[in-house]
């Protein structure tokens, strides 16, 4: 009888341990100082789970206040970023141009105004990289810029064009896409065409609602309301129970566009967006609607100049009417790192190499980058630089130079204004809905990627102790969800938010 009461107390206390470390490990984390050496023995735990060891994980994790390194995984093996790629694009563009740096798109004429209004000739729209033409910076009206212009040009007296709308996108070099873009993502708004003239974000939106009945068409409208694109309108009207999906695909090389898919009769709109084929004259175009919508007649077409048989010389020559300045550069960054906005990231991209370099393309971009990083203590060959927005494979770079860039920015005069263009733990951003309830909401300033098997977040974390901690996961040639990695990434910055020496 002693014996078996000695056993049931021996399978109870056994119980109770493992469920207190199964719960040490879901949510509860030492309040009392620890060292080093126990977290690190932890973080190699949650690394090493097995769903990913057909995978690489490269982890950084370091003091900023005394440069010490709490964790290394992989530290100098080179990765793909992701979207990770935007915080050295991003910190760059910082360093470089300054927070206050504003871009400015020209608006010239080819000869000059008559006495009754009329401009004799053409009207040329010089863009020099803004991404910010677009409904972003002006409560989602699309057009608000194009209709300030209209005011503008009436101020100035001009009542009608008798020429054409010129879209002049010649201050970047002639890249439409990113290096080793995949082919497929043409259609997609984060794959959005490159242009210094760009209008929109470079797509047209696209809003469905539930046509009349159940298999009726879906009806739709486009923003801005456009003939640039052609669609062919497949998606049909469903019941509550299937959900909505809804497919977008521009025949390559063209405007035309396939909708395909079922919308809810429940749903009261659907959103979507597609690109377009050719950002500058999408520009010219609805420019032209604008004007002739404000009342100022615009004889000719709208065209760009890489259409342009003749007259390229009048079109260089023309005479500035007024300036259009966009948002500056810190409001810039932020849009970029908070919801990482691929073409934001690439036209800063271009805007480093065109406005330190010289030259408006990328392997320029790179080696200005390269230059500055360098100065930041970042070892240049161990980066491979593709793009701006990490959407290439092509891109490599270590979570030491992560790292280093983020202890760097983070001392440099403009590191506020960095540290503040970053997402929020459960708070707003790419990780809004991440880390929520715990000691990591409203603490972990980072930025996240994802390009398929990629799955990277990097940033800063303050320890119970206040101590500010920079940090870089990254993981690559993964085959389980994301969602796994994505809770890996959520226990250690909960980890290191309870942290305390």
């Known amino acids: 009888m002693d014996f078996n009461r000695r056993a049931l107390v021996l399978i109870c206390s056994l119980i109770s341990s493992i469920c207190f470390i199964q719960c040490a490990h879901r949510a509860s984390f030492p309040a009392a100082a620890e060292s080093s050496s126990l977290l690190r023995e932890e ?18 994790i370091r003091s900023l206040e005394t440069g010490e390194t709490l964790y290394q995984r992989n530290g100098n093996k080179g990765f793909m970023p992701a979207s990770n790629m935007k915080l050295f694009t991003t910190a760059a563009a910082l360093v470089a141009l300054g927070p206050e740096f504003q871009y ?56 009608s064009v008798s020429g054409r709308i010129i879209g002049d996108d010649r201050y970047f070099d002639h890249e439409i896409l990113g290096d080793g873009w995949s082919w497929d993502y043409q259609s997609d708004y984060y794959a959005a065409q490159i242009s210094a003239l760009s209008f929109n974000e470079n797509c047209v939106n696209i809003v469905f609602s539930p046509g009349d009945s159940i298999g009726a068409l879906a009806r739709f409208r486009l923003e801005p309301e456009t003939l640039y694109i052609s669609v062919d309108n497949q998606v049909i009207t469903g019941d509550e129970q299937g959900g909505s999906e809804i497919y977008l695909a521009r025949k390559r090389g063209t405007n035309e566009v ?74 810039l960054i932020r849009t970029t790192n908070k919801v990482s906005q691929n073409l934001f990231a690439e036209l800063l991209f271009r805007t480093v190499g065109r406005n330190v370099g010289g030259q408006g393309n990328a392997n320029t971009a790179e080696k200005v980058e390269k230059e500055l990083f360098a100065d930041m203590g970042i070892a240049p060959a161990y980066l491979a630089i593709a793009d701006g927005s990490g959407l290439s494979r092509l891109n490599l770079v270590t979570p030491n130079s992560v790292a280093q860039l983020l202890t760097y920015v983070r001392r440099h005069a403009y590191g506020e204004v960095f540290y503040s263009s970053l997402p929020i ?29 990629v799955r990277a977040l990097s940033g800063y974390v303050t320890t119970r102790d206040g101590e500010e901690l920079v940090f870089s996961m990254i993981v690559n ?10 809770t890996v990434q959520d226990r250690v910055c909960e980890r290191l938010a309870n942290f305390r020496r």
């Not at 990591?440 to 098997?453: D, E, L, M, S």
Request: charged share 25%.
């Open 43 to 60: 973080l190699d735990e949650l690394f090493g789970d097995p769903q990913f060891a057909n995978a690489h994980w490269g982890v950084v």
């Open 104 to 159: 400015t798109t020209d608006i010239c004429a080819t000869a000059a105004v008559d006495s009754e209004g009329v401009l004799q000739g053409d009207l040329v729209i010089r863009g020099k990289g803004d991404p910010s033409i677009s409904g972003r910076y002006t409560d989602g009206e699309v057009t608000a810029v194009f209709r300030a212009w209209a005011d503008s040009l009436k101020a100035h007296n001009i009542r």
């Open 258 to 331: 396939i909708c395909r898919g079922r919308l809810s009769v429940s749903e009261s709109e659907k959103r979507d967006w597609v690109t377009v084929e050719d950002p500058g004259k999408f520009a010219a175009v609805v420019l032209r609607d604008c004007l002739s919508a404000a009342g100022i007649r615009v004889h000719g077409e709208a065209t760009t100049v890489r259409e342009l048989q003749e007259g390229l010389d009048r079109v260089d020559r023309g005479q500035l009417i007024f300036q259009h300045q966009s948002p500056p550069l810190k409001e």
């Open 425 to 453: 733990a459960g708070e707003d951003g790419t990780i809004s809905s991440r880390m929520i309830g715990t000691a990591a909401q409203n603490n972990v300033r980072a930025k996240t990627g994802y390009i398929g098997r």
């Open 477 to 486: 040639n993964y085959t389980v969800p994301t969602s796994l990695a994505n």
